[in-house]
């Protein structure tokens, strides 16, 4: 079984998020991918206590599959181990280490905001570097995050420019976050021109695109700037959220 095969099996399994996509996989050892296999093997037959010891020893070993599943089984507290925020932190490092872009991205966000509970400090700096290994990958998330972090001067220094580039490639992944700050920096005109339209277009792109939350944070920007909105231009921002859409593949 394949590395991406037996990470969908084992999240199906668990009911986590084990995507792989984008990831380039260091080539762990030999015993390591053999743990592994023993892990994913005793999982199958019910036993966890076993396959969590194999995945351990296999992460070790540099099994960047292994330290992914165990980061998400210690960050949920589920598959037989205690939640643990340390212990996740510990197989996220390896994960990203060994190129899984997931685990970057996670990684980059404790770093943006630090964690005292394991001893964690606020690392601008580590969070960048974290978003930009996992932007290798070309993941949406991660180029929103780099988007902010040049827009706010954390890390780096402010380059509005260089953030809209980073926000305009993470909206084309039609990532509703990404939409969603175009559709304010457009309303507030920081470092672009004020459009109300455009505006009001990208919003509305938040809104068709995003999940539960972040429709819902789409519409808290929707209802901060209702007010501002002339007769005629919400028409105008659907057609120009319309067009957007049909330029970028349609649906």
Known sequence: MTVRKSL????????????????????????????????????????????????????????????????????????????????AYEYLLIAARGGQPAAAVRLGEIYLEGNERIGLKRNYAQALKSFEAASLAQRA??????SLMHRNGWGTPVDRTESLRWLLLAAKKRYAPAFAELGRIHMEGEGVAKDRIDGWGYLMLANRFGDQAQRAAADELMEKYEGWMKPGEKEKALEMADTWVASHGGT
């Open 8 to 87: 969908a099996v084992l999240a199906a399994a668990f009911g986590l998020n084990l995507a792989a996509t984008g990831a380039v996989f260091a080539e762990p050892s030999y015993e390591a991918r053999a743990a592994y296999d023993r892990g994913v093997a005793a999982q199958q037959a019910g036993d966890m206590e076993s396959a969590v010891t194999e995945w351990k020893e296999a992460a070790k070993g540099g099994h960047t599959g292994a330290a992914w599943i165990l980061a998400n089984l210690y960050d949920k507290g589920v598959g037989g181990v205690s939640k643990s925020e340390a212990q």
């Open 141 to 146: 998330d991660a180029q929103y995050y780099i």
